[in-house]
């Protein structure tokens, strides 16, 4: 079946560190591959993805390649900030159903920044 | 501002009774609406979808007739656990998807049955 297996939290780090979250997946195909990022009181939002091998998601400094021999999808910054701080969440795609996607995501990795 | 909106975003009930969920989407319409579940460290887990204008279909491991779905309209979907307990606390989170590869999350609604 598909699973997601993501690095377990809480991380905690000083503003301009580096940061790598790990996330290995199991999958029948080649899912595509999704980071959610979750603030404070507020709903999942994409925070990059990826479709095939290979690619790379980049948004906002964030990066994360999809490694079809490692079946990874490590997200990484080079330089985190205090608005940083939040809930990381790794994901792949079930496929897709009247426009919406089927999702099946890690647990979560909770990221504190301190200035 | 926000595009997918749940209410209530916090409940607390007594054990064997019923709450009812919202999920509303606010820019568009979905004719599909997914709603996941999430306990304490651990991953969102898919438990159905909801598709409007007929019955929703459900994971499996997931008792229909605890979890009731209506999607009466484009924009609307309810979730309602029936009579709950304590099991049955969760946080539970609806999806939207705004077309080709643009998914929307609402924030969340926190379950507590005493």
């Known amino acids: 079946g598909n699973s997601v297996t993501q690095m377990e939290g809480p991380v905690t780090l000083s503003e301009e560190a580096f940061l790598t979250i790990n996330c290995t997946y199991t999958a029948t195909g080649y899912p595509s591959l999704f980071w959610y990022v979750q603030y404070p009181g507020e709903g999942l939002q994409l925070l990059l993805k990826a479709t095939k091998a290979d690619d790379k998601g980049s948004n906002k400094g964030f990066e994360a390649t999809y490694r079809k021999e490692t079946t990874s999808f490590h997200l990484e910054k080079g330089s985190v900030q205090v608005s940083d701080s939040a809930v990381y969440f790794c994901?792949?795609?079930?496929?897709?159903?009247?426009?919406?996607?089927?999702?099946?995501f890690g647990k979560g990795t909770k990221l504190t920044v301190n200035p | 501002g926000a595009v997918v909106s749940q209410h209530p975003s916090w409940v607390i009930c007594k054990s064997g009774t019923s709450v009812k969920i919202e999920c509303r989407s606010l820019d568009f319409q979905a004719t599909t609406m997914f709603w996941y579940r999430q306990f304490p460290k651990q991953s969102l887990m898919l438990m159905a979808t909801s598709n409007e204008g007929s019955k929703a279909t459900y994971e499996q491991g997931v008792e229909k007739d605890k979890f009731l779905i209506n999607h009466a309209s484009l924009t609307l979907s309810t979730l309602t656990v029936t009579s709950a307990h304590p099991e049955d606390s969760s946080f539970y989170i609806c999806q939207v998807g705004g077309g080709a590869e643009t998914q929307y999350f609402g924030p969340g609604t926190r379950l507590l049955v005493l």
């Open positions: 994901a792949l795609s079930r496929g897709t159903q009247g426009g919406s996607e089927k999702l099946v």
